[in-house]
């Protein structure tokens, strides 16, 4: 028995060493990116990327990507993401099209999904299991395969220069509706919403006054989930606004895609997004640590219920 008992101790300490091991890996290939940016972002080097070449010798840098520059340069280069004649364009008007498109995004699917679910979860009617299905089907769809449909029914209906153009596609989030229905959808739930029946409370008393303020551990994760695919969102953005030149509609993705690329045009169509920029890479790498700043700052003000057990309802 004692034999037995050190071997299952060795395997469970080789087990964590390899746990450990593994983080350390995930967390390095992570983390290695972010301290790059914030060490070139302080690099005095004024040399502007350029595009790689396929025939010949890569291009050279005149860079040190691992030393750290100096605070001065930091300050200047802030100052000139920020100062409104950069020749990268607006950063402050690209960050406040972000936060507008993706805040209108989030409430959008945060009134949708927790109503919704919630539905789902606690009634019974015809079409429910349909419902269902095709929610999750929905969800298994790439966003991607969405845009061209999105943007012919946009067009259809003379939204293409309005900012509805995204932020009503943003509010569309199945996966949000089913997170609330697997949220309600527990014994803890059908209890309460039953005693609050027995107690006299229509649904609608019992949905506004027992299942709404006990959904906001779920509110929280479906903004947040919504909030960050909104932010990060590239390609809707570009059909909706590109062709028709609307650059005062950008959102920070579709900015910073302006700064990093020039295009290559064939006629009336984009042929080829090529890198190519005069701007020095300390300059980009702050530009891109600015722009990704308010996901992390979501994240923080989120993480009270990420990952604690105030969402231990979603999982049953």
């Not at 520059?69 to 690209?94: E, P, R, V, Y």
């Not at 419902?131 to 012919?152: G, H, K, S």
Request: glycine fraction near 6%.
């Amino acid at each position: 028995m004692r034999a037995r008992a050190g071997l299952v101790a060795r395997r469970r300490s080789a087990g964590q060493v390899v746990a450990f091991v593994v983080l350390v890996l995930v967390a390095a290939f992570f983390a290695v990116p972010i301290i790059w940016m914030l060490l070139q972002s302080t690099d005095p080097s004024t040399l502007p990327l350029r595009p790689p070449t396929f025939f010949g010798p890569p291009p050279t840098f005149s860079v040190q990507p691992w030393a750290f520059g100096s605070l001065h340069q930091l300050a200047s280069n802030w100052d000139a993401i920020f100062s409104g004649h950069w020749i990268g364009g607006d950063t402050l008007l690209w960050l406040g099209n972000s936060t507008f498109y993706s805040t209108a995004g989030a409430a959008i699917a945060v009134a949708l999904c927790v109503p919704a679910g919630y539905g789902l979860a606690t009634h019974t009617f015809p079409g429910r299991r349909a419902i269902l299905t095709v929610t999750m089907l929905v969800m298994l769809i790439p966003t991607n395969a969405l845009v061209l449909p999105l943007f012919l029914e946009a067009n259809s209906v003379h939204l293409l220069k309005s900012p509805l153009a995204v932020i009503l596609p943003y509010g569309l989030f199945p996966f949000g509706v089913y997170l609330s229905y697997l949220y309600f959808n527990t014994n803890r739930f059908n209890v309460l919403l039953q005693t609050a029946r027995l107690d006299g409370c229509d649904e609608w008393q019992a949905f506004r006054r027992i299942a709404l303020p006990l959904s906001l551990p779920i509110s929280a994760l479906v903004v947040f989930l919504d909030f960050v695919a909104s932010w990060t969102n590239f390609f809707l953005p570009w059909v909706m606004y590109w062709s028709l030149n609307t650059t005062g509609r950008y959102p920070v993705a579709l900015g910073v895609a302006l700064q990093l690329f020039n295009g290559e045009s064939f006629g009336s169509y984009l042929k080829v997004l090529q890198l190519h920029t005069t701007s020095p890479p300390s300059e980009i790498a702050l530009l891109l640590l600015v722009t990704s700043a308010p996901v992390i700052v979501v994240f923080v003000l989120a993480q009270r219920w990420i990952g604690s057990g105030q969402v231990q309802g979603v999982f049953r």
